[in-house]
């Protein structure tokens, strides 16, 4: 039987090593600091990212790769069958750039089951990593794509910004719930419902905002086992804490995951970023 590749993108944001170990190849999104355009990852880094915003003189957006990037890394594995699965549609165009992709392999008898996941970074990656262990068991491509989409299903991405103002400017929360966050200064906790960025609460001041951000994973883990991402951009001591008394909450974590998001992600969301991913196995 011929084994199912396995695709992403780098918002899986999976830790060093970790794609390479599970035969998952990764396609890079595209990141705009002033003039200059690199691959995430590779060529702009989340420092990069956090430098330019704290300064505020230097753009920063961001792109999705072309179909041909995506072609090509098709045509690289060496598979017919492929799943290829990816960040919101409702956050990017990776997806559709990837369906199109899929589409034009198509006439050369590869083909490719795309996965919007409505989720983002080790929510992502939870999704990929569950598709990669399905086809190492030899799932077929229907399997694999079951395992991906069962998987992102199963998955809550919390976090907790200092500012929505970076996520307004980008365009993936709206006018009004910019608002949100911005009467009385009080710090947003957001989620992404549906495949969109959502306020979840407002909370008074940072620390209580972290402790009930802390509250709600415990209450979306529940009994089960799971597995955890803290993510975090420039607060890697606070990233550690949080972990750490995550670890004390629940004693049913299968795998935890401490990080810091990439380029793409750090440029919607700016410095301060604490995120939780809860993924029920």
Excluded: N, W
Excluded at 210 to 238: I, M, T
Excluded at 248 to 276: F, T
Aim: proline share 4%.
């Amino acid at each position: 039987m011929t084994r199912v590749a396995v695709v992403t993108d780098s918002t899986a944001y999976l830790s060093p090593g970790l794609a390479d170990a599970h035969g998952i190849s990764e396609v890079p999104l595209h990141v705009v600091l002033g003039t200059r355009t690199g691959a995430e990852g590779l060529e702009v880094s989340p420092g990069d990212v956090a430098a330019a915003l704290a300064e505020r003189r230097v753009q920063v957006s961001t792109s999705r790769p072309t179909p041909h990037e995506f072609a090509a890394v098709y045509r690289a594995t060496g598979a017919t069958c492929l799943v290829s699965v990816h960040l919101s549609a409702e956050l990017s165009g990776t997806y559709e750039a990837a369906t199109l992709a899929a589409a034009e392999v198509a006439d050369e008898g590869i083909e490719v089951h795309v996965v919007d996941s409505r989720t983002i970074a080790m929510g992502l990656g939870f999704a990929v990593l569950a598709a990669a262990r399905a086809a190492a068991v030899g799932g077929d491509i229907d399997e694999v794509t079951a395992a991906a989409v069962d998987r992102a299903a199963a998955t809550d991405t919390l976090f907790y910004v200092d500012t929505l103002e970076h996520l307004r400017r980008g365009g993936r929360i709206g006018a009004a719930a910019a608002l949100f966050g911005a009467a009385l200064a009080v710090k947003p906790l957001l989620l992404v419902r549906d495949g969109r960025i959502a306020p979840l609460e407002k909370v008074r001041t940072a620390s209580k905002a972290l402790a009930r951000l802390e509250a709600l994973v415990v209450e979306r883990a529940g009994e089960a086992q799971v597995d955890l991402a803290v993510h975090h951009l420039a607060a890697p001591d606070k990233a550690e804490a949080l972990a750490a008394r995550l670890q004390e909450s629940l004693p049913r974590i299968v795998d935890l995951h401490v990080s810091e998001v990439g380029a793409v992600v750090g440029a919607h969301v700016g410095p301060g970023l604490l995120g939780v991913v809860v993924s029920r196995r």
